[in-house]
């Protein structure tokens, strides 16, 4: 069982910057791939970018060169740096885990969901 737990969103104004953390529980975090999914409201959820055990990493193109995840095993945390934020961006924002070598872009591919964390972005 795994645990995830985001942080870090808030209200941003357009071209700003924030940084999201979901820490993870559980001994094996460094076999699990990571992902970051958001949702807006009256959408869809929406696959924003994933790194995988051995750290690839795949995004978007809605955030590719303004998204930039990353993991710290030794803190069983994973991130999303997110640069140059648009209004269109916000969205509440889910970190997301599977134990798989693979990299995972599909929603319901994944097993352990975190509470998710708001993002706004507004002048």
């Known amino acids: 069982q795994v645990q995830l737990v985001e942080s870090g969103g808030g209200l941003v104004q357009p071209g700003g910057s924030l940084r999201l953390s979901c820490a993870a529980s559980?001994?094996?975090?460094?076999?699990?791939?990571m992902g970051w999914f958001r949702q807006a409201p009256g959408k869809e959820r929406e696959f924003v970018a994933y790194i995988t055990s051995n750290r690839k990493v795949y995004y978007a193109d809605s955030v590719k060169g303004r998204f930039t995840i990353s993991r710290d095993n030794a803190k069983n945390t994973v991130y999303l740096q997110m640069n140059s934020l648009r209004p269109e961006d916000t969205a509440v924002y889910y970190c997301?885990?599977?134990?798989?070598?693979?990299?995972?872009?599909?929603?319901?591919?994944?097993?352990?969901w975190g509470q998710g964390t708001q993002v706004t972005v507004s002048s």
């Open positions: 997301a885990a599977k134990w798989t070598l693979a990299g995972l872009t599909t929603a319901h591919d994944y097993d352990y």
């Open positions: 559980g001994r094996t975090f460094s076999s699990y791939s």
